[in-house]
């Protein structure tokens, strides 16, 4: 291949996905690298929901909340055919979090992000309003709304869209080795292939540091925490639309959120891993997720009842706190060493804020790129 790309992106998750997308719309030559196929990873092992994040506001994390709740608004408008509101069930628990500060925290949340198609919350009485399926105990609950997305066709509709605006997508490829010039890399892959790229993006979601480490050989400053959260799938709980929030002792969230037409989705956990590759739910998951629905729910279930699993690695960027309250922002880290050709890496993220994060990408990129580069475009296209 003579071509020198613009840019190169290794992983096709929803992270390359996107930026290939955004960077392909506005005339760029990119190509995208994805050892599997694209979205076979991480990005189609999520909870599949495109929202605010309602608890991490009790991280304080308003700039995260709110970049997510304006990107909700956006995402509901150009991926419609593959996204469904959802009204969520918060019962409340007295010992748990107080009225007072689930209802601030709702206020926030349906305010952050400015004008939003979506219901606002509101105090319910679960008896009445969903009767028979939570335990009489919890007659109290709040209701809030956010979007269930199918999260690998996501990113199938954004490399479809690159590919159309001429991106070169590879697929079932393993960027094995790179060589680093002054003014472009020369990326090696496993099938002997060179390609040589003026920039080089690694958006290989919880493989960042290994990529980094083993074939673009370069120590990484930031030093990351790999967890895993996993589901369980079961014939659906409950016949109504409504999903559920459930506060646990620990204070982490599981939610069951009727999946598909017939089955309920429940997650997700956190426990630490050593490697990226292959994560499975463990026996301590599959219980901790049980008891959780048990606590709930008047229907009790058992691991007999699970009919599916599936697990996904978060790469958190350490900072010493517990997995639930580390940051779910994504972080930059462009290396331009001694003047040779940038290297961008991309720490983190979340399926809801990707096509932020791929517009931030270019900005921070535009040092390198023509000064005559199209702007922002990629918001008021439909998918
Ligand atoms: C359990 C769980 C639940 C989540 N739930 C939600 C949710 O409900 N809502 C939300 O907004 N976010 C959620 N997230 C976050 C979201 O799923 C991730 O932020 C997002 O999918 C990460 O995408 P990515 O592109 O960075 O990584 P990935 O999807 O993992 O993509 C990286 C790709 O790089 C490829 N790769 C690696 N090395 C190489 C190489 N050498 N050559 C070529 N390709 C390579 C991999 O094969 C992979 O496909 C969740 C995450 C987890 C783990």
Redesign the pocket.
Known sequence: MTDIFDILI????????GIARDASGRNLKVCL????T??????????????G?LRYLENYEFRLVRE?LKEREIIKKIAKDIIKPIPFIIPHIPTQRPKWLIQIGLFLYDKLGGKTSLPKSKKINISSAIPNILKNKYNTGFEYYDLQ?D?KKL?QLNIDDAKRNGAIIFEN????DVLRNKDFWSIKLNDNTIIQSKILIN??????N??LKK?IKINSKKVIRL?????IITKKLYEHNKAFTLQNPDKRIVFVIPYKKNYSLI??TETEVET?DNPEIDKGEIEYLINTVNNFFIKQISSDDIIDTF?????LIEDFKEASKVT?D?VFDLNTSHNNAPLLN?Y???????RKLSENVIESLKPFLPSNLLTSWTGSKEL
């Open positions: 290794i992983g096709g998750g929803i992270n390359g996905a690298v994805e050892k599997n694209v979205g076979s990873a991480t990005s189609s092992w999520s909870t599949k929901l495109i929202h994040g997510s997305v999260d990113v490829k393993t960027v094995t958006a290989s979601g919880p493989w960042i290994e990529v074939t967890v895993k959260g996993s589901h997650g997700t990226p697990s996904g690695i978060r790469p779910r994504y991309i983190g993220g979340k399926l809801t804020t990707y």
